[in-house]
């Protein structure tokens, strides 16, 4: 018999997409599991669109979480029966295959926490990004080398989810609760399984947490978080002032920009990030010596 799997789906005013989620959960070949939706009181007709569906596995609750998604993902699993749980954000969807190729893996393998690669979709462009397998030392790894988990890539063992105490609901965690979430699993060394293949997909550049001040806002957070209660030091972590350096520059801050990335290269021990770095560096003193040809002209 198969294990039952909680598949928790927030959302907030996104009928339009979120109906691809449930078709692509329904089309599991992972026939065991349970849908349970948590709606933060849209006003776009969700509900009334979720009522069509006459699967019993799929339960709908409409709450208000104040902002906090954590708190939505939290009463879901409140409500839950599974062995396992799975997240998916309500634009986001899966594979057919996806629940059966991870569950099968994490009891074979005996593993407490599973996620994949999965493809991006921004302005109706999809490409894939490849996830990296974390280090034999989980949370080393996640400090070192920042998140590499997609959210909606994520089954793990509800117990363990309970232990841990769920998401943060910390405002100051807001979009960076699954980050948080993986380190805590880390830090209590439970076993992390990669698996190499594309089973789902992810919207990327429609939430507030993209938007670049929220980027650098949360980076200062999880910075806090790492020398206050990790007791850290942080001057060796380089994908901090790397994803500082490229919040600046898409604000325009070049200057700012410059400083960090070159911070970020002089201590990465990833070529890529590292190339990365320097092609940004080559960019800011290429767009730094064409205005300065404009002001010299004017």
Same mark, same amino acid.
């Given at each position: 018999?198969?294990?039952?799997?909680?598949?928790?789906?927030?959302?907030?005013?996104?009928?339009?997409?979120?109906?691809?989620?449930?078709?692509?959960?329904?089309?599991?070949?992972?026939?065991?599991?349970?849908?349970?939706?948590?709606?933060?009181?849209?006003?776009?007709?969700?509900?009334?669109?979720?009522?069509?569906?006459?699967?019993?596995?799929?339960?709908?609750?409409?709450?208000?979480?104040?902002?906090?998604?954590?708190?939505?993902?939290?009463?879901?699993?409140?409500?839950?029966?599974?062995?396992?749980?799975?997240?998916?954000?309500?634009?986001?969807?899966?594979?057919?295959?996806?629940?059966?190729?991870?569950?099968?893996?994490?009891?074979?393998?005996?593993?407490?926490?599973?996620?994949?690669?999965?493809?991006?979709?921004?302005?109706?462009?999809? #490409?894939?990004?490849?996830?990296?397998?974390?280090?034999?030392? &989980? *949370? $080393?790894?996640?400090?070192? !080398?920042? +998140? =590499?988990?997609?959210?909606?890539?994520?089954?793990?063992?509800?117990?363990?989810?309970?232990?841990?105490?769920?998401?943060?609901?910390?405002?100051?965690?807001?979009?960076?609760?699954?980050?948080?979430?993986?380190?805590?699993?880390?830090?209590?060394?439970?076993?992390?399984?990669?698996?190499?293949?594309?089973?789902?997909?992810?919207?990327?550049?429609?939430?507030?947490?993209?938007?670049? #001040?929220?980027?650098?806002?949360?980076?200062?957070?999880?910075? &806090? *978080? $790492?020398?206050?209660?990790? !007791?850290? +030091? =942080?001057?060796?972590?380089?994908?901090?002032?790397?994803?500082?350096?490229?919040?600046?520059?898409?604000?325009?801050?070049?200057?700012?920009?410059?400083?960090?990335?070159?911070?970020?290269?002089?201590?990465?021990?990833?070529?890529?990030?590292?190339?990365?770095?320097?092609?940004?560096?080559?960019?800011?003193?290429?767009?730094?010596?064409?205005?300065?040809?404009?002001?010299?002209?004017?």
């Amino acid at each position: 018999m198969s294990e039952l799997v909680s598949i928790i789906v927030p959302t907030f005013n996104r009928a339009d997409k979120i109906q691809n989620a449930i078709s692509s959960v329904i089309n599991q070949k992972y026939n065991n599991w349970e849908l349970i939706i948590v709606d933060n009181e849209s006003l776009d007709g969700t509900k009334e669109m979720i009522k069509n569906y006459k699967d019993s596995r799929i339960r709908f609750y409409s709450i208000s979480n104040n902002g906090v998604i954590g708190y939505s993902r939290n009463f879901g699993v409140e409500k839950s029966n599974g062995r396992y749980l799975a997240f998916l954000d309500s634009d986001d969807f899966w594979e057919n295959e996806k629940l059966s190729i991870c569950i099968g893996l994490m009891e074979k393998k005996n593993k407490d926490i599973c996620y994949h690669n999965c493809y991006l979709i921004s302005n109706n462009e999809k #490409k894939k990004t490849r996830c990296r397998k974390l280090l034999s030392n &989980n *949370f $080393f790894d996640l400090i070192k !080398n920042g +998140n =590499t988990i997609v959210t909606s890539s994520v089954i793990l063992k509800k117990e363990l989810f309970l232990k841990i105490g769920g998401f943060s609901e910390k405002k100051n965690m807001i979009g960076w609760e699954d980050y948080h979430l993986w380190l805590m699993l880390a830090k209590q060394k439970y076993n992390f399984l990669f698996v190499n293949s594309y089973l789902g997909s992810c919207r990327i550049g429609e939430d507030n947490f993209d938007n670049p #001040k929220r980027v650098i806002y949360n980076l200062e957070n999880i910075e &806090n *978080f $790492f020398i206050n209660n990790l !007791n850290l +030091n =942080t001057k060796d972590i380089w994908w901090i002032p790397y994803a500082q350096a490229k919040a600046n520059f898409q604000l325009g801050y070049y200057d700012i920009s410059f400083d960090l990335f070159r911070k970020s290269l002089l201590i990465s021990s990833l070529f890529l990030s590292k190339l990365k770095s320097l092609y940004f560096i080559t960019l800011i003193i290429y767009i730094s010596f064409k205005n300065y040809l404009i002001k010299k002209k004017s």
